[in-house]
């Protein structure tokens, strides 16, 4: 069990905060003494997720699209707590179909996966004081090519600088901007496409993730409350990677050119 940071009295919004990582997001804050709201379009999943974690979370029916809604998450927080001192952008669409994506593809996923958080960070940033912090999701997928996909590299990409725009605009307000990038982490979707076997998405994982498995959104959960807490109060602008050695590698996974030509002449 990782043990959290203490963050009592403080008040957390996590977007997407229903799916898989984002609810373990709300888990960890309440952990460490936070109350959290689950901003969400399933209201019957994030009420789910909120009514789980006790009197200290609950549940606001917010779509990334829209401004109106943003605006209204808002609203909702500061009349149930009186404060935001931390939002974390993890909501994300996962639609795409590479290079055969459609406009109407790309405008949707951009609009969610950036504009709606950059649109939520200017809508909290005004009832935010000194030491507040924002933690977007990123993704070893905005770091990488990968076949097949474009529209969710491009915005994970596009995350990882703003996170960095983000955080020269508010550091003058003391409010630190820094991101989290997950590797293989067990989630929805790597449930989806493993059938919901851990163990096979933990051997998936041991070929790209020098610790040997895909990681716990616990993991992930830990490293967003670190980054909200004292501990990290001159860490600002920065990309935190949470993903078992992932982006440390290079196409040859660590392994050097004999390995590959070992391994090629062992094959013909």
Same mark, same amino acid.
């Given at each position: ?12 919004? $996590? ?76 909501? $994300? ?27 939520? $960070? ?101 490293? $967003? ?44």
């Amino acid at each position: 069990m990782v043990k959290m940071p203490e963050l009592g009295g403080r008040v957390a919004i $996590v977007t997407g905060g229903n799916s898989h990582l984002g609810s373990a997001v709300a888990s960890a804050f309440v952990a460490a003494g936070a109350a959290v709201v689950v901003a969400a379009r399933d209201e019957e999943r994030g009420v789910s997720v909120a009514s789980g974690l006790g009197d200290r979370a609950f549940f606001v029916r917010t779509d990334l699209a829209e401004d109106a809604s943003i605006a209204g998450c808002v609203t909702a927080t500061l009349e149930r707590f009186e404060r935001i001192d931390f939002l974390v952008n993890n909501a $994300v669409v996962y639609a795409d179909h590479g290079v055969d994506s459609s406009r109407e593809e790309w405008l949707a996923g951009l609009n969610v996966n950036v504009v709606g958080g950059a649109v939520f $960070v200017r809508e909290v940033a005004p009832h935010m004081a000194p030491g507040s912090a924002v933690v977007n999701i990123g993704s070893v997928g905005g770091k990488f090519g990968a076949a097949g996909r474009a529209i969710y590299p491009a915005s994970k990409a596009a995350v990882l600088q703003l996170t960095k725009n983000q955080a020269v605009d508010l550091a003058p307000r003391g409010i630190r901007v820094n991101s989290v990038s997950p590797g293989w982490t067990w989630s929805d979707p790597l449930a989806r496409m493993t059938d919901g076997s851990r163990e096979v998405a933990d051997r998936a994982a041991a070929t790209t993730q020098p610790l040997g498995r895909a990681g716990d959104a616990s993991e992930v959960a830990a490293a $967003v409350c670190f980054l909200c807490s004292p501990e990290a109060s001159f860490i600002t602008g920065t990309d935190l990677a949470v993903d078992g050695g992932f982006s440390m590698l290079g196409p040859d996974q660590g392994r050097g050119p004999r390995y590959w030509v070992e391994r090629a002449g062992r094959t013909l």
